[in-house]
Nanobody
Framework: QVQLVESGGGLVQAGGSLRLSCAAS????????MGWFRQAPGNEREFVSGISWGGGNTYYVDFVKGRFTISRDNAKNTLYLQMNSLKPEDTAIYYC????????????????????WGQGTQVTVSS
């Protein structure tokens, strides 16, 4: 089992940047596929970005492509999301998630594919 703790959220003006971190417990972080999701008030939790267990494969949804960068440091058991050029519509609670036994370097997009979740970190972008 792995425990995930997000940090790095906060209040930022439009056009600004934030870097989210997701610290994982346990010795098997490097074997998990990882993802970032977000949930705005009144909306469903949606997929934002994913990364394969080794970090060689990444994916971004269109509305963050070119602005967000996902990465991982398996030696530090940490997942990151660098968010640049933030927009008010990026305001949401951001969650990291881990998938056990991913197949190859696959990226997983569905909430149901993930086995573990963090508690979330609030990101608020003011206009």
């Amino acid at each position: 089992q792995v425990q995930l703790v997000e940090s790095g959220g906060g209040l930022v003006q439009a056009g600004g940047s934030l870097r989210l971190s997701c610290a994982a417990s346990g010795r098997t972080f490097s074997s998990y596929g990882m993802g970032w999701f977000r949930q705005a008030p009144g909306n469903e939790r949606e997929f934002v970005s994913g990364i394969s267990w080794g970090g060689g494969n990444t994916y971004y949804v269109d509305f963050v492509k070119g602005r967000f960068t996902i990465s991982r440091d398996n030696a530090k058991n940490t997942l990151y999301l660098q968010m640049n050029s933030l927009k008010p519509e990026d305001t949401a609670i951001y969650y990291c998630a881990a998938k056990r036994r991913p197949y190859g370097s696959n990226i997983y997009y569905s909430r149901g594919d993930y086995d573990y979740w963090g508690q979330g970190t609030q990101v608020t972008v003011s206009s």
